[in-house]
């Protein structure tokens, strides 16, 4: 069964700092893309950051250069590195493979940001 873990959110200032990570299971790892999508309310979720199997990353205009994506393959796991969070980064945060989410399978429960003075 495939099952993604997300952890790291929380509340932060705008400006602020987080860094979310997400553990993998029953998929190999290794040789998956993998994204980082975020749902805020009242919108559609959306794909801010990805990463392919060789580690080639890509980023949505929105995030591009404050946020940073990671993988390490030995830990099955993905990161984002949030940097100068701003209020329109709060939102549910989801990792998932990007194949998987293109077809709207194995999402985990997100980790919530919410950027706030």
């Known amino acids: ?21 997400c553990v993998a299971s029953g998929i190999t790892f290794s040789a998956a893309a993998m994204g980082w999508y975020r749902q805020a309310p009242g919108k559609q979720r959306e794909l801010v950051a990805g990463i392919s199997a060789s580690g080639r990353a890509q980023y ?12 390490d393959n030995a830990k099955n796991s ?3 590195q949030m940097n100068s969070l701003k209020s329109e980064d709060t939102a549910v945060f989801y990792c998932n493979n990007v194949a998987l989410a293109a077809i709207n399978k194995s999402w985990g429960q997100g980790t919530q940001v919410r950027v706030s003075s």
């Open 1 to 21: 069964q495939v099952q993604f873990v997300e952890s790291g959110g929380g509340l932060v200032q705008p400006g602020g700092s987080l860094r979310l990570s």
């Open 60 to 71: 949505s205009d929105s995030v591009k250069g404050r946020f940073t994506i990671s993988r």
């Open 78 to 80: 993905v990161y984002l």
